[in-house]
Nanobody, 123 residues
Framework: VQLQASGGGLVQAGGSLRLSCVAS????????VAWFRQAAGKEREFVAA????????DLAESVKGRFTISRDNAKNTMYLQMNSLKSEDTAIYYC?????????????????WGQGTQVTVSS
């Protein structure tokens, strides 16, 4: 699976963005997907994950109530809807396709990664 992320940009605090990630190749619809992010000078951290059929969602505490992850297997696409953005959400966001059907917060559970898309939230 190869992944291509898009949708990042500059937004004011309190605003919204929707990230998309299109997959090519086989296996996307059979496995979990996730979004991670990495802020400057920090380690990559888990943001959200969704299992293969979209029924099981896992969200980081810092984004609960603000972010939503979804997928459209017919389009080989996953999304991250980000609302009520804060300056601390500023980071490069990476989409990932899992090795397994079920979600995990560990980066090691994901076999393919997108190139990243920059999200900058101004306060």
């Amino acid at each position: 699976v190869q992944l291509q992320a898009s949708g990042g940009g500059l937004v004011q605090a309190g605003g919204s963005l929707r990230l998309s990630c299109v997959a090519s190749g086989r296996g996307f619809s059979s496995n979990a997907v996730a979004w991670f992010r990495q802020a400057a000078g920090k380690e990559r951290e888990f943001v959200a994950a969704l299992n293969w059929d979209g029924r099981d969602i896992d969200l980081a505490e810092s984004v609960k109530g603000r972010f939503t992850i979804s997928r459209d297997n017919a389009k080989n696409t996953m999304y991250l809807q980000m609302n009520s953005l804060k300056s601390e959400d500023t980071a490069i966001y990476y989409c990932a396709s899992g090795k397994y059907r079920w979600t995990t917060t560990a980066p090691q559970g994901y076999a393919a990664w997108g190139q990243g898309t920059q999200v900058t939230v101004s306060s």
